[in-house]
């Protein structure tokens, strides 16, 4: 007989906080072509993976300056106008996180985010505090995928594997999660996690209309 879940694991980009570089650089680039170009082969998401596992953003912006100097002003702003790149809460997910709250749901998170760049993130939601802990790759200096920054998770807040689900829109990392023996949920949007959530007796029916 499987487990009960009593912790569940939350990604944070893009499954409770909306995050998209294009936001600033549609701002900055009026050229769409140009604009993709820029984020696909200066700007990309190896390089950004880089300061998520601890590279600081004046080495990071400095090495693509030497690269792609007629382009300076670009590359920084994605460093120093980096707040502008975040959309938002998804106010449908943080209805369910604040429905686990309630219901006295243990709640981490773990999220691939500079350490930088991540204070940023705890002044602006508050929906942050509500966690007993949040593990982040820049300060540990690992990322997601990689099963070591799951697995000091686990060490540090004692988390029984078995008993924990763990939610992330890459699938890659779910994938990662599950392979340690959590449960894992590859979240496209909260209609699914929510009734993810009620399957696994986690909410009841109120967490449905928010």
Request: aromatic share 10%; with cysteine.
């Amino acid at each position: 007989m499987s487990a009960v879940v009593d912790t569940v694991i939350f990604d944070l980009g893009n499954v409770l906080i909306a995050w998209d570089p294009r936001r600033l650089y549609r701002q900055l680039i009026d050229d769409e072509a140009q604009r993709e170009w820029f984020l696909r082969e200066v700007c990309n998401s190896a390089w950004n993976e880089q300061q998520d596992a601890g590279r600081p953003w004046a080495e990071a912006t400095a090495l693509l300056r030497a690269k792609f100097p007629q382009h300076a002003d670009w590359i920084d702003a994605y460093h120093h106008r980096w707040e502008e790149t975040l959309v938002g809460p998804i106010e449908e997910s943080v209805v369910l996180l604040a429905a686990l709250k309630a219901r006295g749901v243990r709640l981490l998170a773990l999220t691939n985010w500079s350490q930088e760049t991540f204070p940023v993130a705890r002044r602006r939601y508050p929906f942050l505090r509500w966690f007993e802990g949040i593990v982040v790759s820049g300060e540990e200096r690992l990322v997601k995928p990689d099963p070591r920054i799951y697995q000091r998770l686990l060490d540090r807040y004692a988390v029984d594997p078995a008993r924990a689900l763990y939610i992330d829109d890459s699938a890659r990392n779910v994938a990662a999660a599950e392979a340690l023996g959590m449960r894992g949920w590859w979240f496209r949007d909260a209609a699914g996690l929510r009734d993810c959530l009620t399957g696994l007796a986690l909410l009841e029916g109120e967490a449905r209309h928010g």
